[in-house]
């Protein structure tokens, strides 16, 4: 089955990846909150920033591995690993377009550095911001998230679409966010 427009908006930015690398959509779909199951429905189900929720969730602070990245004048995107420091476990999939226009220095240099996640970036610089996701996901993730995981077999796994606003509602980055399962 051909991927529709929304069902490739259902996933922005992640379908703008799969298109420039030539993979195919994983599969997907939408899911209620309730149909989420513990622990991912708690790391998934709010409105704060996943860098500091999967901090707290594993008691360890996390590092950037970024996958590939483009940009263009005004927008950076990338897909990434976020891993614990310890070990370098992988406890989240994204790909992200961050709108750099929105970003003053020295922000916008760290952002670019690829170091650190943005969550992490944005709470260091005390820029007012909100999280709102707009879907909740369930994912059959295809060979490329299950060698991203270390998976030696494609398990469904939960996501969601969120998107972060400045105060004045503008947004800052777009997300997808996939947990391992």
């Not at 298109?19 to 199951?37: C, K, Y």
């Not at 990434?80 to 994204?94: N, W």
């Not at 709108?99 to 943005?118: C, N, T």
């Amino acid at each position: 089955m051909m991927p529709t427009d929304s069902m490739r908006s259902r996933i922005h930015p992640l379908d703008e990846f799969c298109l420039r690398d030539g993979r195919p959509l994983p599969e997907f779909v939408e899911v209620q909150p309730a149909e989420i199951p513990e622990p991912a429905r708690s790391l998934l189900v709010h409105e704060r920033d996943m860098t500091r929720t999967l901090e707290q969730f594993h008691g360890c602070s996390i590092h950037l591995r970024v996958l590939s990245k483009y940009s263009d004048a005004t927008t950076y995107c990338r897909e990434s690993v976020l891993e614990l420091d310890r070990g370098d476990q992988p406890v989240e999939f994204g790909a992200i377009k961050i709108y750099l226009e929105r970003f003053a220095e020295p922000w916008r240099s760290q952002i670019l550095e690829a170091h650190l996640p943005l969550g992490g970036i944005l709470n260091a610089s005390g820029l007012r911001y909100s999280s709102r996701p707009s879907a909740y996901l369930r994912f059959a993730p295809d060979a490329f998230i299950a060698a991203v995981f270390r998976w030696s077999e494609r398990v469904w796994t939960y996501g969601r679409q969120n998107t972060l606003r400045d105060e004045k509602g503008r947004p800052l980055a777009e997300i997808i966010e996939i947990l391992p399962a």
